[in-house]
């Protein structure tokens, strides 16, 4: 991790003196600067203002300095409490907005309903990225590959994201419950799956009752709620719910047994689709409009 730049008062005095935009906060460093300027820099609110984007982790509060959503939104609360969070100049007014991922706290009902707090459409914001492109361009862009090639994954495998959803599903609905049942470490949700064996295989039945009896060991109360409650949100959001970086594992994993005996380009990361996702984005289309209406709010309320 680098070094602070900045305390909570420094990086608010900062805001200050800078006049009419956006300072936003993010909490990952590996895509999230990226692609939330290119984000802003087309969304009807925020693309004719100045826009600022600074790590986190480059911010101290009370004497700790990190990165993660914990860290943002633990600067949230201190601007929040300072009133810093909206500061009015000459020029206009500086808002500070922090991008986190939503993970599960809409599952969970602890999102932070601060309209200077904005969660992803998906899981994350690589989910965000791979949900929403044109996979198949970012794929041959990633591997070197052309149409033909990519077509053989494609016709076995037309769409990764509600591929792996399916293959998960069980997984997903684990996870979940294991979420509301207080038994987190049964089946650690932000884990791939643990029972598909191998992970991108088919689901073994005895490995999910061994998880599934671990979990009601634990909350035989919750046990039954918490399944119809998890299986009736993976129902409706499904592909939402994975984490971007499984989707990414799990097109190398296609790439590499499809295309096993074809030229590929060679050390190939897994990670290297959403960076070339990223460059073929369209930012448009619910997701995008999801984005929009916060700003525009936020724009109009203060």
């Known amino acids: 991790m ?3 730049k900045w305390s909570a008062n420094g990086f608010a005095r900062l805001v200050q003196i800078s006049g009419d935009g ?6 990952g460093r590996d895509h999230d600067r990226a692609h939330y300027e290119r984000l802003l820099e087309n969304l009807p609110s925020t693309k004719d203002r100045n826009v600022v984007i600074r790590l986190a982790e480059h911010i101290e509060v009370n004497g700790k300095a990190a990165g993660g959503k914990a ?17 009015s100049s000459k020029s206009g007014k500086a808002r500070v907005v922090f991008m986190v991922d939503r993970d599960r706290d809409d599952y969970l009902g602890n999102m932070n309903s601060s309209p200077n707090v904005m969660y992803t459409h998906s899981t ?3 989910a965000d990225i791979l949900l929403n492109v044109e996979i ?15 077509g053989k994954i494609r016709k076995v495998v037309p769409d990764p994201a509600i591929g792996l959803a399916k293959l998960w599903e069980d997984w997903l609905r684990l996870g979940l419950t294991a979420l509301v049942c207080d038994a987190g470490n049964c089946a650690p949700w932000a884990q791939p799956s643990m029972v598909n064996v191998p992970t991108f295989e088919a689901v073994d ?15 035989p109360r919750k046990y039954a709620a918490g399944v119809a409650q998890a299986s009736s949100h993976v129902a409706r959001h499904q592909e939402r ?3 971007g970086r499984w989707l ?9 047994h499809h295309l096993k005996d074809e030229v590929v380009r060679v050390n190939v990361q897994a990670d290297a689709v959403i960076d070339t996702a990223l460059m073929g984005l369209q930012y448009t289309g619910s997701w995008a409009q999801h984005y929009e209406s916060r700003f525009a709010s936020l724009v109009a309320s203060n």
């Open 248 to 256: 990414s594992r799990y097109i190398h994993a296609l790439v590499k």
């Open 205 to 219: 039945a005895a490995q999910v009752a061994r998880v599934e009896s671990a979990i009601q060991t634990v909350a």
């Open 2 to 4: 680098s070094k602070p």
């Open 22 to 27: 956006f300072w936003v906060v993010v909490e």
């Open 124 to 126: 994350d914001v690589e």
């Open 136 to 150: 198949w361009p970012a794929v041959r862009a990633a591997y070197g590959i052309d149409s033909s090639l990519s």
């Open 241 to 243: 719910l994975l984490k």
């Open 71 to 87: 860290h943002a939104l633990a600067l949230h609360d201190h601007l929040q409490a300072s009133n810093d969070l909206t500061q």
